[in-house]
Nanobody
Framework: QVQLVESGGGLVQPGGSLRLSCAASGFTSDYYAIGWVRQAPGKGREGISVINNSDLTTYYADSVKGRFTISRDSAKNTVYLQMNSLKPEDTAVYYC???????????????????????WGQGTQVTVSS
């Protein structure tokens, strides 16, 4: 069973930075994608960024491109999301998500829009406010 534990959220002023961490365990296959999804109160889920584990390519939603960076530390089995130039509209609960890609053609645009998101962490709150 895949388990995901997020950390690093908090309160930050507009223009500030945070780094989120996702500790992952329980993988039984190398065919997966791992990334971040956020949800603000009263809003739908928004795919933010993802790494395809098969080739380590990275992808970003237009709303965060140029400000956020996803990375992976394979030795620690941990994925990070570095968030810079934060805006109030970035306020949300951020979830680490894993997608099973066995027998699945990965398309980043589809993943960012709707998934599928097969495994979820518990989420970490990010609040951007002055």
């Amino acid at each position: 069973q895949v388990q995901l534990v997020e950390s690093g959220g908090g309160l930050v002023q507009p223009g500030g930075s945070l780094r989120l961490s996702c500790a992952a365990s329980g993988f039984t296959s190398d065919y997966y994608a791992i990334g971040w999804v956020r949800q603000a109160p009263g809003k739908g889920r928004e795919g933010i960024s993802v790494i395809n584990n098969s080739d380590l390519t990275t992808y970003y939603a237009d709303s965060v491109k140029g400000r956020f960076t996803i990375s992976r530390d394979s030795a620690k089995n941990t994925v990070y999301l570095q968030m810079n130039s934060l805006k109030p509209e970035d306020t949300a609960v951020y979830y680490c998500v894993v997608s099973d890609l066995m027998d699945v053609l990965f398309r980043a645009s589809v993943w960012l829009d709707q998934g599928p998101y097969d495994y979820w962490g518990q989420g970490t709150q990010v609040t951007v406010s002055s």
